[in-house]
């Protein structure tokens, strides 16, 4: 097991080294610089040339590279070009903002979707089933910004009341905070839980009929025994890896739903470091979504092997 | 729209200015536009925070080196120059007091305000104007405004209170520019500190009306009332909170159901969604920005001036303003709506403003194009008003055989095509500070004076904008850049489309906002909130 | 479409025996061939042009004369949606077949070398998966400028990893399999077993792969388009519809409402047959 995690944790380096150098690549490959925003419609190619020594732009790519690298190894992310603030601190507050977001959009849809999906595969066929499986492939279909944009703007005509725009943190006031995040968090939690749903009710009925339970069941066991004693087990394995997956993609993801919202989150953070070229904030953000994704994808991997110690160590 | 509607909706100042032009421009000149800021309020509560809504956010608070409108509509309200522009056109003393100008022209003596404190708590002398000019002026430190300085050959203190500034030829925008979009007066020797640029972002050192509280990113920009302030009795307001709304339909929602009580709409035509909201008042006014179609030289054919006059011919401006912006804007011919009354000639005495489209397929023909041309347009994703008004224009130019592809390009690469002069056929959106010398010559200016972004290298107009620069009798001023703006539209290196009106909502019980026509917040200096 | 081919060998009354034993598989084709008329035959539903402007018929509620409404500049919606359908489902068809391709050919090969290359590749898999789709395709749009084909680059690249893996894990249990042991002990060359053997087997599962993801690919494709980085307009496009129509949502909802619901009930078709595909597929 250490040896294998050794190996996993060594790989996880090299992919996130690989990763820093692609984004590098790519952010410098997109037209334009942080100094040409600065100046805005003005061409001073002497202040042009004092802003781009000013950012170390004038330095060869492979120096400004290697120098964000042996900060970001001691623990510098930099300052951001535009904003003037560590990137760390930037970073750690939008993190908290998607952080909060994703994990409620979680809970809500396992809340939602996982007793659904159990419900329909108890009910393979029948009625019940049906509609939970219409629910289900409608959730899945309908574009995540749209039912965003439906429910606020609906919402907010039908009652009068529409989420509070400047962000209030739940430490700050949780009461201010839910009002804030209710309509985001359902809004992806639609999605989450029609795929909690499918992916359970899938899983169950495949459960089923395996030749162990199948057998539990031609010894007289009812099919509520047999779920809680030996189906329920087989399924949470995959569900909990099927989770981890979405998890990360909420994480770099929710760009859109942050901005129609205005939440002070990591993909908005990361969107407008795009637009205004600012290297910085663009680097350290998606290194942070890169290493986050590879965390979450070993501490799956560990919770796999600790729940079912079948699952071979290599 | 009935007019009942109108008279509950909007402002005074506003129903008037949709009855013309000249009634709105008489009014913002003289009666209003003299007070610094705007009207002082009479009956005025202290106290109360304001929230307003943005859709743009600043992408940072220094006024030297960031030139977004989105930063300088803000950093207003914290830093100040020596001169205040008002809409109308003049350059009131702000933190000076006055001004004696040498008869050659070339050196002002200015006098410096008294009891101005910085919101660090040091008192302000002309040491630090000084300073802070000479710091903005000098290329080498990278700020866009440097360039408007450049006639500049000193600047020094002469005492405390007193500034002596030479100019190596008479301009007679030098108060103009020292106004309040680039640079401002701080404290002497502040960018000595590596880490005074960035710092600018969590504390501001100027000595306005209100002082940075928090800025965070994405989220909101907040400024504080200055308790030490030096104008008396203002401002009203505690706080302001500058709420980031990336997404319109949020902002209308969020304006409509009370979460802001004020936003600046950027598409005026969004007036339609709110205008029968209870509670909320549309305020309209005239601006000093342009919707433009320029022509850069050197993507042929456009460096045939027949081609240009010809597809200026075929663009019919009133109709893309309708499509754009819902026709909330003037039509202009070659001078923003706001100025046109104090510099602008009458549309109707220049070339090439109505369409002719047998004029212009003429011109095509003698420029051996008579089955027209492919051209493309580029867009700047995130500016609306650039698609509604790019399918019209298509189709406008589809009548004179000219096949129109649209290329939606990035802000930062079409300011980097505008910077290195590529910008082709395009859409501009940009705005002036108002006088003519800043207006025009950086933009048209042959190379090396100006930076002539479209490629022009037209002699006769350059030697105009020499001429304009450094007149200073007012009338001779009006008639030099009269003759300029006749050449501009006889060889078309921009089509000046049209201003959209400035269009402010706000809740009923925010009072005296007075809207600059620059777009900046200059009016919530001098706004309260009614309990 | 690809259920339609797989269906159809075994004859046309048994495809209506199945048709009625699985109702849902009969509801998704019916859109889906509803769908594929409307790609082919815009002008079958409306008289009117996607991109006619008519400025001083804009935003316009839907009426009988304007099914789904106009648009700011007085083109009619409803028209745009149907012209749109063709465009914005060719970019993702393109786009998948695209990722197909080349992430089913390096997974093959990933996974019969293995070795060196196969480490390579994974490890370049790994890094393509771990960005947000989103970001990653705005960075895409961001360095080749904003385009048809651009986007359909981009989706591409964010797709090619799935594609990847599948038939990577594919190769790998067929190379082990007893007969390709066999064809190598009785001489076949390496590149033959490729061939003959593995692509074979693999082709399958990526076909799989491409009806799954086609309504997520939709769903990336037309969030690409609502942040404006999609097709340039004129030209209609789902997404782009959306994003043109968002501002004008308190005003003018039926320009937000109408193309955000036929992206909807696309995807829910598509679903519909790929559900049916895949419990046959689970079944062999």
Not at chain 2, 138 to 143: I, P, R, T
Not at chain 3, 252 to 260: E, K, Q, R, V
């Amino acid at each position: 097991m250490a040896v294998y995690l050794i190996k996993r944790l060594a790989a996880s380096v090299l992919t996130a080294l690989l990763a820093s150098i692609v984004v590098f690549l790519m952010m410098r490959s997109v037209p334009g610089d942080v100094v040409g925003q600065m100046l805005g419609q003005t061409s001073d190619p002497v202040a042009t040339q004092a802003l781009r020594e000013f950012f170390g732009l004038d330095q060869p790519a492979w120096r400004q590279y290697l120098g964000w690298l042996s900060r970001v190894v001691s623990g510098d992310l930099g300052t951001s070009w535009t904003r003037g603030q560590p990137v760390g601190g930037l970073i750690g507050s939008a993190l908290l903002v998607t952080l909060q977001l994703s994990v409620a959009t979680l809970v809500l849809a396992t809340a939602i979707g996982v007793p659904l999906g159990v419900v329909a595969a108890m009910n393979e066929g029948k009625l019940v089933d049906r509609a939970i499986q219409s629910f289900t492939l409608l959730g899945l279909a309908a574009p995540v910004f749209w039912v965003g944009l439906m429910l606020l703007v609906g919402i907010s005509t039908a009652t009068g009341w529409s989420p509070p725009l400047l962000y209030v943190s739940p430490a700050q006031s949780l009461r201010e905070n839910l009002s804030i995040m209710a309509l985001p968090i359902v809004s992806l939690a639609v999605l989450q839980a029609a795929a909690y749903s499918q992916f359970v009710r899938q899983s169950v009925v495949s459960a089923f009929s395996d030749d162990y339970v199948r057998t539990a069941v031609a010894k007289g066991m009812t099919r509520n025994v047999v779920f809680f004693r030996h189906v329920l087990r087989n399924v949470a394995i995959p569900l909990v890896t099927f989770m981890g997956l979405i998890l990360v993609q909420i994480l770099g993801g929710a760009v859109i739903i942050e901005s129609l919202f205005s939440l002070p989150g990591l993909g908005r953070l990361m969107l407008s470091a795009i637009e205004t070229r600012d290297y910085p904030v663009l680097q350290g953000a998606l290194l942070i979504v890169v290493v986050l994704a590879m965390a979450v994808n070993l501490g799956v991997d560990m919770l796999y092997r600790v729940i079912d110690p079948r699952v071979q160590v290599g | 729209m009935t007019l009942p509607t109108l008279l509950n909706h909007l402002d005074r100042r506003a129903l008037l200015a949709l009855g013309g032009m000249a009634v709105a421009a008489a009014l913002v000149g003289p009666a209003l536009a003299d007070d610094l800021y705007g009207p002082k309020a009479t009956g005025a509560r202290s106290g109360g925070t304001l929230n307003v809504g943005l859709l743009l956010e600043a992408p940072g608070l220094d006024p030297f080196h960031q030139g977004a409108e989105a930063r300088i509509r803000i950093t207003v309200l914290m830093y100040q120059g020596l001169f205040y522009e008002t809409s109308g056109g003049k350059a009131l003393p702000l933190l000076a007091e006055g001004y004696d100008l040498s008869p050659d022209g070339l050196t002002y003596t200015i006098r410096i305000r008294k009891g101005v404190k910085f919101h660090t708590g040091g008192a302000m002398t002309a040491k630090d104007v000084a300073y802070s000019y000479n710091y903005i002026r000098d290329s080498k430190n990278g700020s866009p405004g440097a360039g408007d300085f450049g006639l500049i050959s000193a600047i020094e203190a002469t005492d405390d209170h007193t500034i002596k500034m030479t100019l190596s030829s008479p301009n007679a925008a030098i108060l103009m520019t020292m106004g309040n979009k680039y640079g401002a007066v701080v404290p002497t020797g502040y960018f000595d500190a590596p880490d005074a640029k960035t710092r600018l972002n969590q504390v501001s050192v100027g000595t306005g009306p209100f002082k940075l509280a928090e800025f965070k990113p994405n989220s909101n920009v907040t400024l504080d009332k200055n308790a030490d302030y030096w104008e008396p009795g203002v401002p009203y307001l505690d706080r302001i909170n500058f709420v980031s709304v990336p997404s319109g339909a949020s902002l209308l929602v969020g304006l409509r159901n009370g979460r802001i009580d004020m936003a600046p709409l950027t598409r005026p035509q969004d007036i339609r969604q709110v205008e029968n909201v209870r509670g909320l008042v549309v305020g309209r006014t005239p601006s000093f920005n342009q919707k433009a179609i320029d022509l850069g030289s050197e993507l042929k054919p456009l460096d045939d001036e027949r081609v240009r006059r010809a597809i200026s011919l075929a663009v019919d401006k009133d109709e893309i303003m309708r499509a754009s912006v819902g026709g909330y804007g003037v039509v202009i011919g070659t001078m923003v709506a706001s100025m046109q009354e104090a510099w602008g000639v009458p549309i109707d005495k220049l070339p090439n403003q109505k369409v002719d489209i047998a004029a212009a397929k003429k011109l095509l023909a003698d420029a051996g194009h008579p089955n027209g041309f492919d051209l493309t347009l580029t867009t700047i994703i995130g500016y609306d008003w650039m698609d509604a008004a790019a399918v019209t224009l298509r189709e406008q130019l589809a009548k004179i055989g000219v096949r129109l592809a649209i290329q939606r390009v990035e802000i930062g690469v079409w300011i980097r095509n505008f910077q290195s002069k590529q910008m082709g056929f395009t859409f501009n959106d940009w705005a002036t500070v108002p006088d003519p010398n800043l207006l025009f010559y950086r933009h048209f200016r042959s190379m090396p004076q100006g930076a002539d972004f479209r490629n022009w290298k037209n002699e006769a107009a350059s030697k105009l904008l020499d001429e304009g620069r450094t007149e200073s009798d007012p009338a001779k001023r009006k008639d030099i850049y009269g003759r300029f703006q006749q050449i501009m539209a006889e060889s078309v290196p921009t089509i000046m489309l049209f201003s959209a009106d400035h269009v402010t909502v706000r809740a009923e019980k925010v009072r005296n906002y007075d809207q600059h026509a620059t777009g900046w917040f200059y009016g919530l200096a001098r706004t309260w909130i009614a309990s | 479409m690809t259920a339609v081919e797989t269906v159809s060998p075994r004859g046309g009354s048994a495809l209506l025996r199945r048709l009625r034993r699985e109702p849902d598989l009969a509801v998704g084709l019916a859109i889906t061939a509803f769908i594929a008329v409307v790609v082919l035959f815009p002008g079958l539903f409306t008289g009117y042009s996607p991109l006619a402007i008519n400025v001083d018929k804009s935003l316009e509620g839907p009426s009988a004369l304007h099914l789904f409404g106009t648009d700011d500049v007085g083109r009619d919606v409803f028209a745009r949606i149907v012209y749109g359908a063709r465009i914005t489902l060719l970019v993702c068809a393109g786009a998948l077949a695209a990722a197909a391709v080349i992430g089913g050919a390096l997974g093959i090969v990933s996974g019969f070398l293995g070795g060196r290359i196969d480490m390579l590749l994974g490890r370049l898999t790994d890094v393509v998966l771990s960005f947000p789709p989103i970001i990653l395709g705005i960075m895409v749009t961001g360095i080749l400028g904003p385009s048809t084909t651009n986007l359909a680059l981009a989706l591409t690249v964010v797709y090619v990893p799935s594609f990847y893996r599948i038939a990577r894990s594919g190769a790998i249990s067929e190379t082990g399999r007893t007969y390709v042991e066999a064809a190598r002990s009785s001489g076949l060359g390496e590149g033959r077993i490729l061939v003959n053997h593995v692509t074979r087997n693999v082709v399958p599962l990526v076909l799989m792969q491409c009806v799954v993801l086609f309504p997520l690919v939709l769903q990336i494709q037309s969030a690409l388009g609502f942040l404006g980085l999609g097709v340039q307009p004129p030209t209609p496009d789902w997404g782009s519809i959306l994003q043109q129509g968002k501002d004008y949502i308190l005003f003018a909802p039926w320009m937000s409402a109408f193309p955000g619901l036929a992206i909807l009930i696309t995807a829910l078709a598509f679903m519909l047959v790929s559900r049916a595909v895949q419990r046959r597929f689970d079944r062999r």
